[in-house]
């Protein structure tokens, strides 16, 4: 009687200790599936964020091809003009 009560005993101590243990172990894992969960929000915006500058450097240079855009950057940074225009220009006064 004695025995089973000594056996019964040490079988709950091992039993409260591997409860305890994989208690610390879950919390553990679980906290770092919150920050890998959280990481992963973060990438998805920068992915996001990146397609959208991706998308917008596309159209910039779709739209650096055309003639006006051609036109516009030879007469505000060239000063130059077609054939037969005329430019107006305030006066500081």
């Known amino acids: 009687m004695h025995q089973n009560r ?3 005993i040490g079988i709950i101590l091992v ?8 208690l610390v172990m ?3 894992v679980s906290s770092r599936l919150e920050a890998g969960e959280s990481q992963i929000a973060v ?3 920068q992915t996001r964020a990146e397609r959208q500058r ?4 596309g159209q ?6 055309s003639d006006e ?3 516009q950057v030879a007469k505000d940074k060239l000063g130059l003009v077609r054939d037969g225009e005329i430019i107006f220009k305030e006066s500081d006064k």
Do not use: H, P
């Not at 039993?15 to 994989?22: D, F, G, N, Q, S």
């Open 6 to 8: 000594r056996t019964m």
């Open 15 to 22: 039993v409260v200790t591997l409860m305890t243990v994989l």
């Open 26 to 28: 879950s919390r553990r």
């Open 43 to 45: 990438l998805t915006e």
């Open 54 to 57: 991706t998308e917008d450097i």
């Open 60 to 65: 910039l240079q779709q739209n650096m091809q």
């Open 69 to 71: 855009y051609k036109e």
